[in-house]
């Protein structure tokens, strides 16, 4: 083999090298150090020494089980929302937008620009006791039914469940919002044309055509935004209580105030693994692949 046929084999390693090594570096190297803390045992004043104490999953999981099983019942939530709430907006620009496409586009992403804690908190502005919504709410007289059906505590919406997944589908609704339009854009219009051609409806069309075609964006919106919705803490912290603790937070805490390194990144641990087995049975259930051929059928 000569050196220019080396070159050629050698050259898609060379390419890939550098996105290698940062993965390498700041993802394999953190991940496994923290590893290795979640088995020491120790304190922050005499350090912390490898024992392999594998206990320390279990003690978190049963001390703080119901902050994890919040989380995701938060992250379910919040993400089923995004959808509900995304794919028309995605539709709409997809196929209404026109000439103003880039726009809305830009409009949908501005709040991006502003920190992510300034934006949660000027929602904390809005939804206190003396904020805007519950004026408004006093005015339409519907505190008292809100407080009846429990999506208002005592006629507070802070520190309340609806407060915090409220500020997680505010935050994260650009992240369902972009991969669906992306799909939705790719929608060849003749498809549409022929549908109607074959005396399809439009909602006949929307339900054989679009939403077939638009399920590779949808899995990739859950996916973008169901993981940092459920490890999400900001929102919590600012909007929410002590009832609306999620697993994040405990982490914080641990990491933060207690310097109970070991039980932190254990808790990181079982996030993460809690995470990637539902990520897996999502993607058996609706895969990347099962998408793409309902798409092609």
């Known amino acids: 083999m000569n050196a220019p046929q080396i070159r050629r084999r050698l050259t898609p390693y060379a390419l890939i090298l ?11 190297v953190p991940t496994v150090a923290m590893l290795s803390v979640s088995t020491m045992t120790g304190d922050d004043l005499n350090g912390f020494k490898q024992t392999w104490h594998l206990s320390t999953y279990t003690d978190a999981w049963s001390s703080f089980h ?28 997809a196929f209404r937008g026109g000439r103003y496409k880039n726009a809305l586009l830009f409009l949908l992403l501005l709040p ?16 206190e006791d003396n904020g805007m ?3 408004v709410l006093r005015d339409l007289h519907l505190v008292g039914l809100l407080n009846n059906v429990g999506l208002l505590d005592n006629g507070q919406i ?17 992240f369902a919002v972009l991969p669906i339009y992306v799909a939705l854009e790719r929608i060849d219009p003749a498809l549409h ?12 069309a929307f339900a054989k055509v679009t939403l ?15 993981v940092p919705v459920a490890s999400d803490y900001i929102n919590a912290l600012i909007l929410g209580g002590a009832k609306t603790t999620m697993i994040g937070n405990v982490i914080q805490t641990q990491y933060l105030t207690n310097l109970d390194y070991p039980r932190a ?12 087995v539902g990520i897996f049975l999502y993607a058996r259930v609706l895969g990347t692949e099962d998408a793409l051929e309902m798409a092609a059928t």
């Open 212 to 226: 077939p075609l638009s399920l590779p964006g949808v899995f990739a919106a859950v996916l973008l935004t169901f």
């Open 112 to 127: 991006f620009f502003v920190s992510f804690i300034i934006r949660t908190q000027s929602w904390e502005f809005m939804l």
């Open 66 to 93: 119901t902050q994890i099983v919040r989380s995701l019942v938060y992250g379910l939530i919040a993400t089923a929302l995004c959808l509900v709430i995304g794919y028309p907006v995605a539709y709409w620009i």
């Open 265 to 276: 990144a254990a808790l990181s641990f079982i996030l993460m693994g809690v995470l990637l």
């Open 193 to 204: 044309e022929a549908s109607a051609d074959l005396y399809a409806n439009k909602a006949a």
């Open 158 to 174: 802070l520190q309340t469940q609806v407060a915090v997944i409220g500020g997680l589908v505010y935050n994260f609704l650009p």
């Open 133 to 135: 919504v519950l004026r």
């Open 18 to 28: 550098p996105g290698w090594l940062w993965l390498v570096i700041f993802f394999v």
